[in-house]
T-cell receptor, first 112, second 113 residues
Framework: SQQGEEDPQALSIQEGENATMNCSYKTSINNLQWYRQNSGRGLVHLILIRSNEREKHSGRLRVTLDTSKKSSSLLITASRAADTASYFCATVTTGANSKLTFGKGITLSVRP | DGGITQSPKYLFRKEGQNVTLSCEQNLNHDAMYWYRQDPGQGLRLIYYSQIVNDFQKGDIAEGYSVSREKKESFPLTVTSAQKNPTAFYLC????????????FGSGTRLTVV
């Protein structure tokens, strides 16, 4: 079952612009993670934010988490053509045996 | 360098055949996972293992089998009982604590011919 849902499904921006991607989820989480996937490749872990955190930064990435709204956003600043990829949010729900559950992903295209 | 190796990168299977996908990691991770990725459906969990000689079914285990005889290896067999096996298969590993991110292999694309 899909726990996280990303929005929009596809995003096209010009190089240098900021890209904002959103994720909503349904049940209480332990943490939320963002991954990147280049076409035909495996996923790469970008950032993890815990349920008691509101914001985290990593280089040009900024992730926010609003547990009251059950939502997260991933901001990529000063985008580059090399940022073109699919981005997935994934959640670990509360509970002893919960596993990472992925959304369907967002396709980001950055035009040079 | 530490990482996860999946092989082969491409695999073709005739209907009625079993095929085995390889996944090896040298990260000393306790937990390993198999996901299936279909276009527009994200990743779905097939099987996972948190320790050697133990594994559990994920959301879509029917038609698949796994083994975990060594910490480093977690092969996935796609059996003839899997009616729609054409997909991209991804193996991942983690330290074992769900508070850490997963490391993924580069995937195996399986096509039924």
């Amino acid at each position: 079952s899909q726990q996280g849902e990303e929005d929009p499904q596809a995003l096209s921006i010009q190089e240098g612009e900021n890209a904002t991607m959103n994720c909503s989820y349904k049940t209480s989480i332990n943490n939320l993670q963002w991954y990147r996937q280049n076409s035909g490749r495996g996923l790469v872990h970008l950032i993890l934010i815990r349920s008691n955190e509101r914001e985290k930064h990593s280089g040009r990435l900024r992730v926010t988490l609003d547990t009251s709204k059950k939502s997260s956003s991933l901001l990529i600043t000063a985008s580059r053509a090399a940022d073109t990829a699919s981005y997935f949010c994934a959640t670990v729900t509360t509970g002893a045996n919960s596993k990472l559950t992925f959304g369907k992903g967002i396709t980001l295209s950055v035009r040079p | 360098d530490g990482g996860i190796t999946q092989s082969p990168k491409y695999l073709f299977r005739k209907e009625g055949q079993n095929v085995t996908l390889s996944c090896e990691q040298n990260l000393n991770h306790d937990a390993m996972y198999w996901y299936r990725q279909d276009p527009g459906q994200g990743l779905r969990l097939i099987y996972y293992s948190q320790i050697v000689n133990d594994f559990q079914k994920g959301d879509i285990a029917e038609g698949y089998s796994v083994s975990r005889e060594k910490k480093e290896s977690f092969p996935l067999t796609v059996t003839s009982a899997q009616k729609n096996p054409t997909a991209f298969y991804l193996c991942a590993s983690s330290i074992g604590d769900r508070l850490y991110g997963y490391t993924f292999g580069s995937g195996t694309r399986l096509t039924v011919v």
